[in-house]
């Protein structure tokens, strides 16, 4: 008799940031709909709200638990090296517990954000290297990739991709950033990001009068290579991003502040503190279901993070990217808007206003161009968890039972 496979999702998950939720309910669904037999569990930064709200048993990614706070005294410093090191036997023992482990989407491969290589990359490694020690199938899938200048991090890096089972990647620049890293990507395929399989609202159709804008903030000081000037850019982005919304005030639009994770609401109170105007309000999303609504009740979307640019784009809203990563150029370019990219880096509230204008001026014929790009969109993901199921599911029928190291 042929036994349930065990199937274990990994990753920055519950921890408050959307995007990545998001990734995980697209796998939830796909394996509730191909594989209902599973018996499913998570290692996740957050996993007391990844049970609340998915309804499988998590266990917490890190021993230590002070993994996220700066480590300044000389016991905590020892404490997170002694977390380091349990950690390489709690993540071979929670793989060893399984047939598969998925990492559902993320930028998993990218250091596009401020990242330190004994953080999130160290314990990925942990985690493809258990696998590959194990025996145990792990799936990258779907995931985000940049070539990484700082040596430890892309070494990681490197390893962790080498020693997975099965990679996708959600652009062509992440397979190529892979590939000049030292990634054999032959056989690796490209698919759009998990959480267009998600299913999405109907946009509200255009009255003809001007109406509500979406405005998806971030709380971004650039990444790795702008720690110099970290605050620079920040200022420079927030104050582009005031002006820009004071001009919309001015003419009557109402503005409604989105945000993709916890560390944002600095910048929504930021804002609503500079703007004191009954036309700009703040939303609470918990989910991109949630971010979906807003944007889809929405005449046009401005917005910062990757997966808000996703829900406005999987709505079939026009939305204006301020990119902070040629991610976000890559995205929009695939589903045709690729002539409203914005730097977030460089806020220029002159030139943005300028490519709003002609954004909305535009309104009806994107949201065509969008109708059909978000169909090719669901068709290739419906191949890609085809190919997942094909490639890293057991076929064989025999009782699971644990796996030697050899």
């Not at 914005?342 to 490519?355: F, G, K, M, T």
Request: proline share 6%.
């Amino acid at each position: 008799m042929r036994t349930a496979p065990r199937v274990g999702v990994f990753g920055l998950l519950g921890s408050g940031n959307l995007g990545n939720d998001g990734s995980l309910e697209a796998v939830l669904g796909y394996l509730r709909a191909e594989h209902p037999e599973a018996v499913v569990d998570a290692l996740c930064g957050g996993p007391e709200a990844v049970t609340a709200r998915f309804g499988i048993p998590a266990t917490r990614l890190h021993w230590y638990r002070g993994e996220y706070r700066t480590a300044s005294r000389a016991g905590s410093i020892a404490a997170k090296g002694l977390g380091k090191l349990v950690d390489v036997f709690r993540t071979a023992a929670w793989v060893r517990r399984h047939d598969v482990v998925i990492v559902p989407g993320m930028g998993v491969l990218e250091a596009t954000l401020p990242l330190r290589p004994w953080g999130f990359p160290y314990s990925l490694f942990l985690l493809c290297a258990s696998g590959r020690l194990l025996r145990t199938r792990v799936a990258l899938v779907s995931v985000g990739a940049a070539e990484i200048g700082n040596r430890p991090t892309r070494a990681l890096v490197r390893w962790s991709a080498r020693l997975a089972a099965y990679r996708s990647y959600r652009d062509t620049q992440s397979r190529d950033a892979m590939r000049a890293m030292g990634v054999d990507t032959t056989r690796d395929e490209v698919y759009p990001d998990l959480a267009f399989s998600l299913p999405a609202p109907q946009a509200s159709a255009p009255t003809g009068t001007p109406g509500p804008v979406c405005l998806g903030v971030m709380d971004f000081h650039g990444g790795n290579d702008d720690r110099a000037r970290a605050e620079e850019i920040y200022r420079r982005y927030l104050d582009g991003t005031i002006r820009f919304v004071r001009t919309l005030v001015a003419e009557g639009r109402p503005v409604r502040l989105l945000t993709g994770d916890q560390c944002d609401l600095s910048v929504v109170a930021a804002i609503l503190d500079a703007v004191d105007s009954p036309l700009v309000t703040a939303a609470e999303p918990a989910s991109l279901a949630d971010l979906m609504h807003e944007m889809a009740a929405a005449d046009t979307v401005v917005a910062v993070r990757y997966h808000n640019l996703i829900c406005a784009l999987k709505t079939g809203t026009p939305v204006l990217a301020l990119c902070y990563a040629a991610k976000s150029d890559a995205l929009m370019d695939r589903m045709g808007l690729g002539a409203y990219c914005h730097p977030a880096r460089e806020v220029d509230a002159d030139r943005l206003l300028e490519q709003f204008r002609t954004l909305e001026k535009r309104s009806v014929e994107l949201r065509q161009i969008l109708t059909e790009r978000n169909r090719a969109a669901a068709e290739r993901l419906a191949d890609q968890f085809a190919a997942l199921t094909a490639s890293v599911f057991p076929t064989t029928d025999h009782p699971h039972t644990p796996r030697k190291a050899r």
